[in-house]
């Protein structure tokens, strides 16, 4: 037995002593890894729960906030389109008892154009269709015709309606008529 207290120790091996009570700590841990356990769950879920809390308060919030922008969103044109409205009402007042052609016209012509300039003020652009060449993402095909010339032939001849731009936005496509 002298010659086993000489051999080397094999590292996998351990102490029966040392085993036991490590089965003692062992016994210990589960019952303190499941209470660990539990307080993170816990902790996890009411996270979780605050954050369902919060996203949803988050969701009403938006959609009350865009419906508050919907509400409000043609204000702003509305605003300048009023002293429009003003100048048709003073014209349509002043052109009244008139017979003369070209007094109702000048009245409409000079409210047409502020309409107009009021409206690119806001980001409103025509599009320039007539002669160009055809585009789905921007036209409306009505009719064909024959092109007066060859070189209007696959390009647009006429404009019925025009379109319009609103910033970068196609915002009515221009209604047009083709070549063939």
């Known amino acids: 037995m002298a010659d086993d207290q000489n051999l080397p120790q094999d590292d996998n091996m351990t102490d029966p002593a040392a085993t036991a009570a490590g089965e003692m700590t062992d016994e210990a841990t589960p019952e303190a890894d499941a209470s660990a356990a539990g307080n993170e769950l816990a902790d996890l879920k009411d996270k979780y729960l605050r954050l369902a809390a919060e996203f949803e308060n988050y969701k009403r919030r938006t ?10 969103a043609g204000q702003e044109l509305m605003v300048a389109l009023l002293p429009i409205l003003d100048d048709f009402e003073r014209a349509r007042h002043h052109t009244q008892a008139t017979d003369d052609a ?31 060449a055809f585009d789905s993402e921007l036209h409306e095909a009505i009719t064909q015709i024959p092109a007066p010339s060859e070189d209007l032939k696959g390009k647009i001849v006429d404009e019925v309606e025009k379109g319009y731009y609103l910033g970068d936005k196609v915002l009515r496509h221009a209604k047009v008529v083709l070549g063939q």
């Open 102 to 132: 070209n007094a109702v016209r000048e009245a409409v012509d000079i409210i047409q154009n502020k309409l107009q300039k009021t409206l690119q003020q806001k980001g409103l652009v025509a599009m320039e269709a007539k002669g160009t």
């Open 63 to 72: 959609s009350k906030e865009r419906i508050d922008l919907f509400k409000t």
